[in-house]
């Protein structure tokens, strides 16, 4: 079994990219709703909370683990790799959303982490709004710039999204901020041409129109849950270590939150496209 975890509802829009790719493939997904969200929150915070949701996935049987929150995937992913996880769980690994998008912008695998003699520049700009976590870990201009140093990345931290879309908010009360963030991005570049932008949360997916709308015409939208879809199926073909047991595997996802199971299953359907049954997970 796989598993999928995200501080809230956003991840549920991996999961579904995630399903659609791979339907007979078992999946669990975790919301940590209860600390949710985690923009707010200090880089050691997320640490902890990612560590211990991992674990709790690994306690339900998960041998892989993709972190569907880029607040989590840009501030402990790499620590996590390299400090944590090959002591307390070895054979297991856990993967992040951050790193299919750097590939497709770079054109360059993750694990070279340099350019390529034969790589021929490319000079483009591209946008990333995220959240405010994820813009000060500098990930995407880092990762993106050590490979393809040609790329400009401009930022922009969308402190408002997350909450408006987590409590359902109308088209009508979202759109004024999205245009407000794409206004300042937009102003960071000083009439300079933006090539694409990424939706850098996992939540973003759900206002991807809204970003539409209000972007110049001809600026490319990269769909993460789409890119981290493809890289896992590409990443489960050269690890076949991951392949799930004999046996049937279960054909639709099992759903847990730290949280109210009950208000979260009410909530969180319309990230996933079909009612989303959650249970409380046990310590």
Known sequence: MIGVFDSGHGGLTV?????????????????????????RRSDEEIYALTVLGVERLFAQGC?????????AAAVALRRLQQTWLKGAYPGRNVLGVLVPVVEAITRVPWMVEAPPADLLPEPRTVGVFATVPTVHSGSFPREIGKRAPDVTVV????????????????DEAIRPAVHAYVDALLQQLGGRRLDSVVLGCTHYPLV?????QVLPEGVEVLSQPALTARSLEHYLERHPEYAPPPG??????????????RRVSELAGRFFGHPTPFRTIAD
């Open 15 to 39: 999961l579904r990219a995630l399903v659609d790719a791979a339907p007979g493939r078992g999946f669990a997904y975790l919301g940590d709703h209860a600390a949710a969200p985690y923009g």
């Open 63 to 71: 041998g892989l683990v993709v972190l569907a929150c880029n607040t």
């Open 155 to 170: 930022q922009q931290a969308c402190p408002d999204l997350v909450p408006l879309i987590e409590e359902g908010a109308p």
């Open 208 to 212: 991807a129109h809204l970003f539409a």
């Open 248 to 261: 049937p595997e279960p054909a639709a996802p099992v759903f847990f939150t730290t949280g109210d199971a």
